[in-house]
């Protein structure tokens, strides 16, 4: 006890570890107890004095531990967070858990400070977990935890748009907004696992208290990228040490009737490898208008929970939304255990449940990778469209099974009769792999990213194990651009399209690039490219970006006459810049959703025109399809040849930055020094993501401006008098302009 008010860091190193300094108060001391000062006080040896705590990620007193969270009607189980709480405008959590916990009250974890509704955090409910950001609730997640095996369990917030999400497994698996945007989560309050807090610490309700095994708590005051939650579960036995909350920080004596053991997570999987089959850079052509063409799948399947279908396609049917890829039919599963269908529109059935009509596109000619997800883990179903999750569902045949001893075709939808020609796929296919479980993300990713480089190697379904036997009237060629490498910017070699420009003329066939790179969530952009054009359709669209929610993540630019921009549909001011006088002009737009929505126009390297407000504090979310030269009404579908813009454009790139003014003029002064944005990279475009009616030409824009140079002329140190008084008097100068 001191005659004084204590500095907070002064109180805090005191805290940082029990019994190394506890100060010296000037009233009172602990020093100054003695034995003659007791009446019937038992006196014991302090467990934890001055024991030093973990400093090092990866080490601690739990570093390869679980603890077993088991509250009953006489003893709370919890743990208390010793670290000092930050205010935090952004945060993660992700811990490994595993519960049988049914109980919709029980509180996975609370942080709280004096005013609730400015400083406190919870995730609760193991049922469906939903999250807390100062006493404001986020939407339910759909994640249920309770499944009695390991999950690892994610989640994140940033004020910055209120943006949230939900992950499993690696998996987001709910994103939203509007979370508390543009608030703090206020620090110097009280963290608590498994209980929740009525009082600040204190307060606890066996009614709330959570029953689990958990190990690798961490929490950061960032909003962690998907990739570093994969990371995580990639190597579930590797060290993660969050920059608040750390694991290797926690000891026993932070822990209340908590059991300590091994913590017996799986540390590595083995992955399959294929072999090469008769089909391994080849493809298959299907076409039933004849004779009916399809594959039999040689393997025999067992029950299934799971599972993840991705292959390879190629189709200009945009018309057939019964036709389908491929069918899995089981006895007793009604018309279609599995069925995946509709190019146009793709779209799933499970069990003889119909998934929600996707609104992805997969048409129009241009081969993609595309995979289907479901697990019986909250009925969670999936789209992945080159390497991008495009669509999720949730509560399809949640909690069921899929039988096995059935039947695996594709190209055809399988009926209690017969085959279909009003179901049977047109167009091509390859690398069709199948695996019993729920593929992460960033596998997925890296099969898209170079076609025929690396598919995997279902272990339901393997590309190499079909052979000619299992074909029926299906045509087989070799396979164009595969595994063929593509250009990263750190080479420096500008890709298959340096020194040339796409020339789209959409008089013909649709004419357009799609971008097949991961896009990131992005809150700031710089855009631009060159363009040439004559078009002067103001419905025209020079670039669309979209995800499955264009409120929340798109990106467009329409109207050569006067550019505009759109971000989130939200339309910003038209530009009054024309690229439509037959000229090429080097066309740049930023945006900075952190200052106040500002949004700026270039043209030829000069600002042409700023304004703000333009979708405010709100973040482009990734993972959609990027397309040059149209709309898209849906994700990759939908063209309309009113909005398809007939130009010449290179130079294609978005960076996840704002540039400034002189960069940009660098470049428009610059236009053949590679250039790369750090979302979309002009040098990563090759000839297989252009459609077929694109013109690939030699570039004509000069490396360097010409500088003019006069001769003098008939008029060389001469004027010339004007006077229409009595006649008009002109000049016309015979030159195009």
Not at 160 to 185: F, M, P, V, W
Not at 357 to 378: F, I, N, P, Q
Not at 531 to 551: A, E, G
Request: charged content about 20%.
């Amino acid at each position: 006890m001191w005659n004084s008010l204590l500095e907070s860091d002064k109180i805090q190193s005191f805290v940082a570890n029990r019994g190394c300094e506890n100060g010296c108060g000037n009233i009172v001391s602990w020093m100054d107890f003695d034995n003659d000062g007791l009446q019937d006080v038992d006196v014991e040896k302090s467990d934890a004095i001055c024991e030093d705590r973990a400093s090092e990620c990866g080490k601690g007193d739990f570093a390869d531990k679980k603890w077993t969270l088991q509250t009953t009607s006489t003893e709370f189980s919890y743990a208390a967070v010793m670290q000092e709480i930050p205010t935090m405008k952004a945060m993660t959590v992700c811990m490994w858990i595993k519960s049988t916990d049914k109980t919709s009250s029980r509180y996975l974890y609370t942080y709280r400070t004096s005013n609730i509704n400015t400083g406190s955090m919870y995730l609760y409910n193991p049922n469906s977990v939903q999250m807390y950001i100062d006493n404001q609730a986020g939407a339910a997640s759909g994640v249920a935890i309770n499944y009695g095996i390991w999950a690892h369990v994610c989640q994140t917030w940033n004020q910055n748009g209120g943006t949230y999400r939900y992950y499993k497994d690696a998996r987001q698996r709910y994103a939203s907004t509007n979370l508390r945007t543009n608030y703090e989560i206020q620090g110097g309050g009280t963290f608590i696992i498994g209980q929740w807090q009525g009082s600040i610490g204190g307060t606890f309700s066996t009614a709330y208290g959570f029953n689990a095994e958990i190990t690798k708590f961490n929490l950061w005051s960032e909003a962690l990228e998907a990739s570093d939650i994969e990371a995580m579960v990639l190597e579930p036995c590797g060290h993660v040490c969050g920059d608040v909350v750390s694991w290797f920080y926690f000891r026993s004596d932070d822990l209340a009737a908590i059991e300590v053991d091994d913590h017996g997570l799986v540390c590595e999987k083995e992955e399959r490898v294929c072999k090469k089959g008769p089909f391994t850079d080849k493809y298959m052509s299907f076409d039933s208008s004849a004779e009916y063409t399809y594959v039999t799948a040689p393997e025999d399947f067992l029950d299934m929970w799971a599972f993840t279908a991705c292959w390879w396609m190629r189709t200009n049917d945009v018309s057939g939304q019964d036709r389908a890829m491929f069918s899995y039919f089981a006895p007793g599963d009604n018309y279609g255990s599995i069925l995946a269908q509709d190019s146009a529109n793709l779209r799933g059935l499970i069990k003889n449940s119909w998934a929600t009509s996707s609104g992805v596109s997969v048409t129009y000619g241009l081969w993609h990778h595309v995979c289907m997800t479901w697990t019986t883990d909250g009925g969670m179903h999936e789209w992945y469209k080159d390497g991008s999750r495009v669509f999720t569902q949730q509560n399809l045949r949640k909690n069921e099974m899929l039988r096995g001893g059935g039947k695996l075709v594709l190209g055809q939808r399988q009926t209690t009769s017969t085959y279909n020609r009003a179901y049977s796929y047109i167009g091509d296919l390859s690398d069709f792999h199948m695996w019993s479980e729920v593929l992460i993300a960033s596998s997925i990713q890296k099969y898209a990213e170079n076609r025929g480089c690396e598919n995997g190697c279902g272990d339901l379904v393997a590309w190499p194990d079909i052979t000619s036997s299992d074909l029926t009237e299906v045509e087989v060629d070799d396979a164009e651009a595969v595994c063929k490498e593509r250009v990263d910017c750190e080479s420096n070699k500008g890709g298959e399209f340096k020194g040339k420009v796409l020339e789209m003329d959409n008089s013909g066939d649709f004419a357009y690039a799609q971008a097949f790179q991961v896009v990131p969530d992005m809150s700031k952009i710089t855009m631009c490219w060159w363009v040439r054009s004559t078009d002067t359709t103001s419905s025209r669209f020079l670039m669309t970006y979209r995800t499955s929610n264009i409120n929340t993540g798109s990106i467009y630019v329409n109207n050569p006459n006067s550019l505009r921009l759109y971000v989130n549909n939200g339309a910003a001011t038209a530009s009054g810049m024309a690229v439509n006088y037959g000229l090429w002009h080097h066309v740049c737009m930023t945006w900075d959703s952190s200052d106040s929505g500002r949004y700026k126009y270039y043209k030829d390297g000069n600002l042409r025109f700023t304004s703000y407000n333009l979708r405010n504090g709100q973040t482009i979310l990734g993972g959609g399809t990027l397309f040059i030269g149209t709309w898209q009404a849906s994700i990759g579908g939908g063209l309309n040849k009113a909005y398809s813009f007939n130009h010449e454009v290179t130079g294609f790139n978005i960076w996840s930055e704002v540039m400034d003014q002189e960069s940009i003029a660098d470049m428009a002064a610059k236009p053949c020094d590679i250039t790369c944005g750090d979302a979309i990279s002009w040098p990563f475009f090759r000839s297989s993501d252009i459609s077929s009616a694109v013109v690939v030409k030699d570039s004509d824009i000069p490396c360097v401006a010409p500088t003019p140079k006069c001769s003098g002329g008939a008029f060389k140190d001469k004027v010339m008098e004007f006077d229409s008084t009595a006649e008009y008097t002109y000049s016309v100068l015979d030159k195009d302009i």
